[in-house]
């Protein structure tokens, strides 16, 4: 089933050029993801359209009004049950929300969908969030101008899920967090390459081997070693979850950090 999308935003026109490429073409294309973009000038009032306005108690910056955000989200609602679809969450991005996680990129795939709301200037006035937004998304620690990015980082983990959307079928099962670890390293032609500053670098010989048993086993050991050294708190949580076996704690017990 198609995953839908209604992206509040005041900058529709950054949408366009992602889901023209790669991969997302094809989502959206496809309409496996679909789309639906809500300027949000179209639902602000009088000649000045205004959408932001000063902040109660002073400060800098400026605060996204609720009646504008009010009236996009009820055009939202109308055309959702037009549609013929449910009443879809909305999400807010905001480095005060929970972080992002693979496995609710997943569980997003395989949803309805949702509302995106897209925050620009000082931030939206709390009383629309009270009342509305469902769930905030951080995408990291660190401040953006605004809620467009996120969304569109949001959509296009989304989009590579969808099935028919990757070449390969399998290919996302061996991403980076699928199964919660770091990927390994990948290699390919030429099998010896050499650097302008005159330097070889082969590949790892058990990749040449043709035993898919050690290739598998060189992988797995990789995704854990950089794993335990660059996300210890990882390991732990696959540790948790019963998903290493005593061949992976032999190995991590004799890793050298
Ligand atoms: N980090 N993760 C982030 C952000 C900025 C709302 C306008 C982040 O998700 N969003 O930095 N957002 C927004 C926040 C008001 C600026």
Same mark, same amino acid.
Request: with cysteine; net charge negative; glycine share 8%.
């Given at each position: 089933?198609?995953?839908?999308?209604?992206?509040?935003?005041?900058?529709?026109?950054?949408?366009?050029? #992602?889901?023209?490429?790669?991969?997302?073409?094809?989502?959206?294309?496809?309409?496996?993801?679909?789309?639906?973009?809500?300027?949000?000038?179209?639902?602000?009032?009088?000649?000045?359209?205004?959408?932001?306005?000063?902040?109660?108690?002073?400060?800098?910056?400026?605060?996204?009004?609720?009646?504008?955000?009010? !009236?996009?989200?009820?055009?939202?609602?109308?055309?959702?049950? $037009?549609?013929?679809?449910?009443? =879809?969450?909305?999400?807010?991005?905001?480095?005060?929300?929970?972080?992002?996680?693979?496995? !609710?990129?997943?569980?997003?795939?395989?949803?309805?969908? $949702?509302?995106?709301?897209?925050?620009?200037?000082?931030?939206?006035?709390?009383?629309?969030?009270? $009342?509305?937004?469902?769930?905030?998304?951080?995408?990291?620690?660190?401040?953006?101008?605004?809620?467009? =990015?996120?969304?569109?980082?949001?959509?296009?983990?989304?989009?590579?899920?969808?099935?028919?959307?990757? &070449?390969?079928? $399998?290919? &996302?099962?061996?991403?980076?967090?699928?199964?919660? =670890?770091?990927?390994?390293?990948?290699?390919?032609?030429?099998?010896?390459?050499?650097?302008?500053?005159?330097?070889?670098?082969?590949?790892?010989?058990?990749?040449?081997?043709?035993?898919?048993?050690?290739?598998?086993?060189?992988?797995?050991?990789?995704?854990?070693?950089?794993?335990?050294? !660059?996300?210890?708190?990882?390991?732990?949580?696959?540790?948790?979850?019963?998903?290493?076996?005593?061949?992976?704690?032999? #190995?991590?017990?004799?890793?050298?950090?």
């Amino acid at each position: 089933m198609a995953v839908r999308f209604d992206v509040i935003t005041l900058f529709p026109d950054l949408f366009a050029p #992602f889901q023209a490429v790669g991969v997302n073409r094809r989502a959206f294309e496809s309409r496996a993801v679909d789309v639906h973009l809500w300027p949000l000038r179209d639902h602000a009032e009088g000649v000045y359209r205004r959408v932001d306005d000063r902040p109660f108690g002073g400060g800098p910056g400026m605060v996204m009004l609720v009646e504008p955000l009010v !009236r996009a989200l009820q055009a939202i609602r109308a055309a959702q049950q $037009a549609a013929g679809g449910e009443r =879809l969450p909305v999400i807010m991005f905001s480095p005060a929300g929970r972080p992002l996680t693979q496995s !609710r990129v997943q569980a997003l795939a395989q949803s309805p969908g $949702a509302v995106l709301l897209c925050g620009r200037y000082e931030g939206v006035d709390q009383r629309f969030i009270d $009342a509305y937004v469902d769930e905030e998304v951080s995408m990291g620690d660190y401040v953006l101008s605004g809620g467009e =990015l996120p969304a569109l980082t949001l959509m296009d983990a989304v989009a590579r899920l969808q099935p028919g959307v990757l &070449h390969d079928a $399998a290919s &996302h099962e061996q991403d980076s967090f699928s199964d919660g =670890l770091l990927d390994c390293p990948h290699y390919s032609r030429p099998e010896v390459l050499t650097l302008p500053e005159g330097q070889e670098m082969g590949v790892p010989s058990v990749l040449m081997s043709g035993h898919h048993a050690q290739i598998a086993r060189w992988r797995r050991e990789q995704q854990l070693a950089i794993t335990a050294r !660059r996300r210890p708190e990882l390991i732990e949580a696959a540790r948790a979850r019963g998903e290493l076996s005593k061949q992976d704690e032999h #190995f991590l017990s004799n890793l050298q950090l």
